[in-house]
Structures are given as C-alpha cells and as structure tokens.
C-alpha cells in the first residue's frame, strides 16, 4: 500500500485538469508582456469615467491592484487633467502601461504613468497649415458679415475691424470693397499670410499678429464703423473673458456702429453641466446660456439688433458652391461637435449690436 501512494498522488494530479490548466496560464502570464498608452482629452468632469477605463484594462491584463493603489491612482489621473485643462482644453491625458523591465511578464505588476501634453490654439492651427488641404475656413466670406457691410454706405467711410480674422477670409473681401481693414490674428503664420495677400492685391489692411486680449494691444477708440467677431468666442473659456472681448470691441467702434459676433448658445431651458461645459471648450464650441451672454454683456453700450442661427443664415445666403464652407462646418456650428446627435441642446448664433 505504502509504495503504491505515490502512483495514486500522481494520478489525482494528472485528473485534475483544473489544477493543470491554472498552471499552465500561470506560465503562459509569465510569458505575456504588455506594453500602451491611451490618450484621452483633459475633461476633470470624466474623471470617473476614466478610472472605470483604466480599472477595466488592467483587470483584463490580471493585475489586482489593492484599494489604496487606485485611490493613488485617482489622485494622480485628477491632478494631471486638472492641470491639463486649466492650461488649455487642447491638452491631452496620456495613461502608459508597460512592463517593470522590459523581459519581464505580467506576473511581474505593470509600471503606470500619468501625463499630460499641451497644444494651445496656435499650435493647434500651425498644424492645420502644414496637414490640411483646400482652405482652412472656407473660401467665401460670411454672408451675414458682408450683408451688413453693404448697409454701411461709402466703403472708405466705413472702417472695420475683424478680430481673430484667421487667413483673411473676411477680411480681404472686406477691403477689396474698400473698407480700410484692421485684422486681428493670434496665429503669427495666419497673420503673416493676410498681411502678404494685401501687400500684393496692394488693399487697405493692416495686419495686426496680437491676442485681442493683451492689454499691450491698443485699438483706437470709437473707430470703426464695424466690429466683426467670427468664430473667435468659441475658444474661450469663461464670461469673464468674453465680457472683456466685447468691451475692448465696443470701446473701439463709433456710437451708433454695429458690432456682430457670432457664439454658441444653448438652447432654452437646457442647463449644460460640468462634462457638457469642459467638453464645450475641449471642442472649440464654447458654450453660453442666455444667462451667461446676458451676464457677458451686462453694462455694456450694447443693444441686440438680432438673434439668429448661423446655419440658417450662411446656408440660405452663401453662393450653392460656398456650402458648406468646410467639411466640418455643418456639424460644428449646430453643436454635433460636442453631441453628436440630430438636434443637439446648442448651435451657433450671430448675433448683432448696435453701440449706444
């Protein structure tokens, strides 16, 4: 009996299939390495979202990270989007995983990193001008714009001014009718493109590379017969900012001068949360309500002559072979950008003041 245990041992082993399976994965986790990164926008609202992500990639790779390890975790995924988004919502997340040393597998942990890159707006736009064809912003002007400036009567009366005027494409038509053309541009390779366009067509354009909102910059004041501000709002970040745009504008056009600026407004009676907000900014279609534009405009010589859709408008009154200006007009201005559904809670307005 005795000399026969071993035997019986060794069978019960070799039945156990179970026993013999859990092994050889054991062997075969020893064996996998795995290594990748996921990068993800900075929106501080998503944090749970994200940790939700990141949990259930490394459960599926097997690694039992204990309580107080994910709450480290957390703790740093939350600090670098934070800082990630206060510095520009075109920063993104970077999560890494990968082995401690580069022969060892998954029985060995994996090695976590957490950080951030960060692209302002005119990194942003210098890498459209070396990756995208045709032109970048459409290559008609706005029809509102234009609609209006043709109400202005003698073009060389009626000087305007266009912030964050891009390549010129309201700009150089503007002034092809003759209306003397101060362009502010924050990108210095788009301004230097207007300023070699009007140096050659020989227009009345002064070219001005500034962030609108640098107090280095001074405007002349009560100047311009118009103020035009199209699709600069939605890059900014609070109505702190947007206040004080629209003061610097106003402070610049003549009493009884208009000032049109297009914005994202939500629709009535949607209130937009913190993941609605972040991710507003996060896709260049900052978001006001009613409430906030009120707030915006609260004291300002400003009085609202319009309210209307951009969409409408443009697509009503462009040439049929301006429509849509680019490819991804139509779903940024009606807001599918940030919600991707058929008739988002937000679009884009123009609206148009006149300066008391």
Known sequence: MVANQPVVA???IGQNSEVLDRALLLKVKRLTSARGQIVLPCIPALLDEYMAQFNALLKALGQNFTPE?????????????????????????????EPPEPTQGLTNGLKLSVNTEILSIADKYKRWLSTRQGPLFGSHPDAKLMAIARQLGDPAQAPILDVGAGVGRNTLPLARRGHSVDAVELTPEFAQI????????????????S?????????????????????????????????QLLQI????????????????????????????????????????????????????????????????????????????????????????????????????????????
């Open 10 to 12: 060794q069978n019960s």
């Open 69 to 97: 390890e994910i709450q480290a975790l957390r703790q740093l995924v939350n600090r670098r989007l934070q800082e990630g988004y206060d510095t520009s919502p075109h920063s993104r997340l970077v999560f890494k995983y």
């Open 194 to 209: 207007i300023a070699k366009a009007a140096q050659t067509e020989a227009l009345p354009v002064r070219a001005i590379q």
């Open 211 to 243: 962030n609108i909102l640098n107090p280095a910059l001074k405007l002349p004041q009560n100047c311009y017969k118009l103020g035009v501000i199209a699709e600069v709002i939605s890059h900014f970040r609070g109505t702190n900012e947007v206040r």
């Open 249 to 356: 504008v106003s402070d610049a056009i003549q009493p009884g001068g208009l000032l049109l600026f297009s914005t994202f407004v939500a629709n009535s009676g949607y209130e937009p949360d913190a993941k609605a907000r972040q991710m507003s900014q996060v896709q260049w279609s900052y978001l006001l309500t009613q409430t906030d534009l009120k707030t915006a405009m609260a004291g300002l010589p400003l009085r609202i002559l319009s309210d209307e859709s951009v969409y409408q408008y443009e697509k009503t009154h462009l040439p049929a072979e301006a429509w849509p200006p680019t490819s991804w007009f139509e779903h940024w201005c009606l807001g599918r950008d940030v919600f991707p559904l058929a008739e988002p809670p937000m679009s884009l307005r123009w609206i148009l003041c006149q300066i008391n």
